[in-house]
T-cell receptor, first 115, second 116 residues
């Protein structure tokens, strides 16, 4: 079975531009989460979606938005890019089978560079 | 708010030697604890998890971790490291929903270097 797939793998943008990152979860997984990993740091939680609804949001500005589609894939959008948005963006999926059983499987990430 | 501290930014170990990576957490209730490994340019791979029960948990690649509530620790161990273990290791804590609505909180990571 395919794992979590993310696209694009690398991209370069300039300040003020907008970016869309895409994620396809593991087949059968209904939950998708997004994390930002700045170089040298651990990942930080941005969003979680389950059954197309936002279920959780981390401490990120409104420039960050996301959505989940009927096939459970997801997009992360970042508007008005800042230099500090340069990071590896990780998508993770889970089956969310119940409380405590939400083990995340991560994709390889999308490396965003903002110039 | 929950938090995770990994006190060691870098650790160097000789191949074949034992390894212990430290992790301390702060969380008001029984935590859900995870160790992930990240190779350069890759995503995160789950090594092991603790939800409840036996405080010594076994994971993949010969790793194990012990949950000590009194010390708020979840240290990762391996009896004999291999050169392929060189990577970044992250400890994480989940909320009661197991990393659902609140997401996982990660430490800053420990970079493991293996000496031949």
């Amino acid at each position: 079975d395919a794992g979590v797939t993310q696209s694009p793998t690398h991209l370069i943008k300039t300040r003020g531009q907008q970016v869309t990152l895409r994620c396809s979860p593991i087949s059968g997984h209904k939950s998708v989460s997004w994390y930002q990993q700045v170089l040298g740091q651990g990942p930080q939680f941005i969003f979680q979606y389950y059954e197309k609804e936002e279920r959780g949001r981390g401490n990120f500005p409104d420039r960050f938005s996301a959505r989940q589609f009927p096939n459970y894939s997801s997009e992360l959008n970042v508007n008005a890019l800042l230099l500090g948005d340069s990071a590896l963006y990780l998508c993770a999926s889970s089956s969310l089978q119940g409380l405590g059983a939400n083990v995340l499987t991560f994709g390889a990430g999308s490396r965003l560079t903002v110039l | 708010a929950q938090s995770v501290t990994q006190p060691d930014i870098h650790i160097t170990v000789s191949e074949g030697a034992s390894l212990e990576l430290r992790c301390n957490y702060s969380y008001g209730a029984t935590p859900y604890l995870f160790w992930y490994v990240q190779s350069p340019g890759q995503g995160l791979q789950l090594l092991l998890k603790y939800f409840s029960g036996d405080t010594l948990v076994q994971g993949i690649k010969g790793f194990e971790a012990e949950f000590k509530r009194s010390q708020s620790s979840f240290n990762l161990r391996k009896p004999s490291v291999h050169w392929s273990d060189a990577a970044e290791y992250f400890c994480a804590v989940g909320s009661y929903s197991g990393g659902g609505a609140d997401g996982l909180t990660f430490g800053k990571g420990t970079h493991l270097i293996i000496q031949p």
